[in-house]
Structures are given as C-alpha cells and as structure tokens.
C-alpha cells in the first residue's frame, strides 16, 4: 500500500475527477428551475469566490479508487488562507504521509520509508496534466469556484435543470471539441438557491482528460458553507480513479499551527 501513497498525496492535494453527474436517488424526477440572467450568476460566482476563510481544518474520511486498487483513509488538512495547505494522512491510525504546500512549493515526507520530497507546483501537471496553482488547491476544498477571474467573460449554458456558466460559449466548446483545442473549459454548476457550488467540471478537448468535482452536501461553520461531502474521480485514456471525501470535522478560523519537518535522518524518496 505504501508506494502508492506519494500517487495519492498528490491527488488528494489537487483534489480533482471525474464523475459524469450528481447521484441521484432511483425515480427521482429532476426540477426545472427558475430562468435567471447571466449577470446575475456570475455576481454569485463572484460572491462565492470570496467566501475563503482565514483559517480551515478538517479530517477527511477518504475513499480512493482506481483501476488497480481500493483504499481506505484519513487525511486531515489545514489551510491558512493563501499561504499554506498541509495535509496528514494516516491509516488504521498511524500516520504515513505529512506533506505541506505554499505558495511555490510542495514537499513531504513518507514516515514508513524515512524519505522525503521537495520539488514544485509545477510538478502537479506532471502527474495529471493541469496546471494548478496553491489557490486552486484551496478553492476545491473549500468549494469556491475554481479559477474564477473577476475581469472575465463568462456565458451561460441554458439548462432547464441547471444553473450552468462557463469561460466559453456553448458553440465554442463544440468547435473546440472538433479541433482538439489545447486549452481548459471550465463549467460552473449552482445549487438551485444559489447558494452554493454543486458541481464543476473542468476538460481539456486536446487531451480527453475530464475533471469533475461534485459537492454533495454543505454545512454551516462559523458564517460559511463548507463542504461537507464530496465525489471526486478523473478519467483519463490510462486511469480511472474515484475519490469520496466526507468531512468528519470542521473548525473555521479558529486559530491552527501547521507543523512540518524534515528529519535529518530522512533521505530523498526515490
């Protein structure tokens, strides 16, 4: 189990997938929803994206899934807003992996093997193919709209079903499509209130990879809405991998201390 961890600590910092859509409960009959302006959904993504707190802990019950196995664990991660994101991950109570992220850099240490490894944000588009940065890492655990830019243009998807907006037109994504268009669509999904994200969906045309990030339930800490369980998998022409994360715990911004070190025992992991 051990050697598949640093494959897993990555994924769980990035914290992206796949899944096609929500779970929904067998015969359940979707809702049409009320039409709203462009304007308006892109004021509330705008809203939710500032909706970081100072400080956020919580210990992760996570579910990992891939064609090659099945495991079982906990994560428990802090992040002090835009400056650092740690994250322990333990099994059967014992803990395997310390790993920490700031603005430039990641770095962690396999306690089982006694090694370590510092390298880059960069190295994240290595191991998956996208190029995310420590806010974004911050914003998919948080639940706040990845990569959103205030200066943007941003257009609506009409679903009768779905609040939808994207960085592109719905007839730019298919001439993407066609063309193999080296570059990220991004579709924003909002829970019917407005309140909150409840999916967002992130492909690449040229490569085939899709991401998707379903937040299933939201909970109320200290004046925010937080995830509280999530459904992350990613597909790939390789790999595919599902990820469930239920926050068991939840404390925001009560005051937290990241502890991270490097034996001097440890060697670089190999």
Same mark, same amino acid.
């Given at each position: ?57 919580? =210990?992760? !019950?996570?579910?990992? &899934? ?7 664990? @906990? *994560?428990?991660?802090?992040? #002090? /807003? +835009? ?19 700031? =603005?430039? !850099?990641?770095?962690? &240490? ?7 490894? @510092? *390298?880059?944000?960069?190295? #994240? /588009? +290595? ?41 592109? /037109? ?101």
């Amino acid at each position: 189990m051990i050697q598949h961890f640093k494959q897993i600590i990555f994924f769980i910092l990035l914290g992206a997938g796949l899944i096609s859509c929500s779970p929904k409960l067998i015969g359940e009959v979707p809702q049409k929803i009320e039409r709203r302006k462009t304007d308006e959904l892109t004021a509330k993504l705008d809203s939710l994206s500032k909706q970081v707190p100072a400080t956020f802990y919580s =210990k992760i !019950s996570t579910k990992y &899934t891939d064609t090659n196995q099945n495991l079982s664990f @906990k *994560t428990s991660v802090t992040i #002090l /807003k +835009d400056s650092v994101f740690s994250a322990l991950v333990t099994y059967a109570g014992i803990p395997l992996i310390n790993a920490m992220i700031d =603005k430039d !850099s990641l770095q962690f &240490t396999n306690k089982k093997d006694k090694c370590y490894t @510092k *390298t880059t944000l960069a190295h #994240l /588009k +290595d191991q998956f193919g996208v190029a995310f940065d420590f806010q974004n890492i911050q914003q998919l655990f948080l639940g706040v709209p990845l990569n959103y830019q205030p200066n943007a243009k941003y257009y609506q998807i009409h679903n009768p079903f779905d609040y939808i907006i994207s960085n592109y /037109k719905k007839r730019e994504i298919r001439k993407l499509e066609r063309k193999d268009w080296d570059d990220f669509i991004i579709k924003y999904y909002l829970n019917s209130d407005l309140k909150s994200l409840k999916k967002l969906v992130i492909e690449n045309p040229k490569d085939n990879n899709l991401i998707v990030v379903n937040y299933l339930k939201y909970q109320v800490e200290n004046g925010y809405s937080i995830p509280s369980e999530v459904s992350i998998d990613i597909k790939t022409d390789k790999n595919h991998i599902e990820v469930q994360l239920e926050y068991e715990k939840l404390e925001i911004n009560e005051p937290q201390d990241v502890f991270f070190t490097i034996p001097e025992s440890y060697e670089v992991c190999q």
